[in-house]
Nanobody, 114 residues
Framework: QVQLVESGGGLVQPGGSLRLSCAAS????????MGWYRQAPGKQREFVAI???????NYADSVKGRFTISRDNAKNTVYLQMNSLKSEDTAVYYC????????WGQGTQVTVSS
């Protein structure tokens, strides 16, 4: 049974930082590309960042230079370091495993507000 469990969300002031984690089980993590997506209220879910099995990364233009995706294959965990947060980054953040079949986590809320 595949499980993706996100953590690390919360309330942060503009300009602050958060690190999200996504712990995976039930997949061969080291052979699986992983991604982060987000969904703001009233909007469609959108791509944020992706890391492949060789740790090559790609980012949405809106987060490039502020967010960093990384992975630790020994811990079956993917991270999203978010710096210089803006109010428009407020959303539920989801991790996704990308393979023969895609799986989603349950999401973690990130709220950027003063």
């Amino acid at each position: 049974q595949v499980q993706l469990v996100e953590s690390g969300g919360g309330l942060v002031q503009p300009g602050g930082s958060l690190r999200l984690s996504c712990a995976a089980s039930g997949i061969i993590f080291s052979l699986t590309a992983m991604g982060w997506y987000r969904q703001a209220p009233g909007k469609q879910r959108e791509f944020v960042a992706i890391i492949n099995t060789a740790s090559s990364t790609n980012y949405a233009d809106s987060v490039k230079g502020r967010f960093t995706i990384s992975r630790d294959n020994a811990k079956n965990t993917v991270y999203l370091q978010m710096n210089s947060l803006k109010s428009e980054d407020t959303a539920v953040y989801y991790c996704k495993s990308l393979g023969r079949r895609d799986y989603w986590g349950q999401g973690t809320q990130v709220t950027v507000s003063s």
